[in-house]
């Protein structure tokens, strides 16, 4: 007589096996579970006091990161030049590329700080839209007036001939 390998494995394991024809969830008992979700929650806005903690924080660790990885660098570089194994050299390599990494992110901790306190400031907000008043001015002279004027504030600019008035 000629036995599976699952029978194989229930002899050797000394486990009975499911009956052939029961379904996995007869043998198990398995009931259904209706899972019910509380309905959908407002986001909650985080308040800007707590963001700019939060970015600070990030920006305290990546800098404690960068600190310590500048000081396991150095060792490793040493245990590198000692060994003058390749792993010690890759590693190093993989070290450099991770540090310069924290210190890109450091800069981008930096920039969204700055556009959060920025966003939240009244004064760098109407900066930013410009000037809520325009004024025009107008002058009433002659042409000859005017351009005598501009020549004032421009101090005294050589002139290019207009060859407008020649054929050519």
């Given at each position: ?8 494995l229930?002899?050797?394991l ?6 052939k024809?029961?379904?996995?969830a ?25 963001t ?25 570089l ?9 792993r010690?050299y ?13 210190s ?10 700055r556009?959060?306190?920025?966003k ?7 900066a ?5 008043e ?5 002058i ?8 005598k ?18 054929n050519?």
């Amino acid at each position: 007589m000629k036995t599976s390998i699952d029978e194989k494995l229930d002899k050797n394991l000394n486990i009975a096996s499911p009956a052939k024809n029961k379904t996995v969830a007869t043998v198990v008992d398995a009931k259904p579970v209706v899972a019910t979700f509380p309905p959908d929650q407002p986001r909650r806005v985080s308040n800007s006091s707590d963001t700019i903690e939060d970015y600070k924080k990030s920006r305290t660790e990546l800098k404690r990161v960068l600190e310590l990885g500048g000081n396991a660098l150095e060792e490793i570089l040493i245990i590198a030049a000692q060994s003058e194994q390749p792993r010690a050299y890759e590693v190093a390599g993989q070290l450099i590329k991770n540090l310069t990494e924290a210190s890109d992110r450091l800069l981008r901790v930096q920039r969204e700080i700055r556009d959060i306190e920025e966003k939240d400031d009244p004064n760098t907000i109407a900066a930013k839209q410009g000037p809520k008043e325009i004024h025009n001015t107008l002058i009433l002279q002659s042409t000859t007036e005017l351009q005598k004027i501009i020549d004032k504030q421009m101090g005294e600019l050589p002139r290019i001939p207009n060859d407008s008035n020649k054929n050519g």
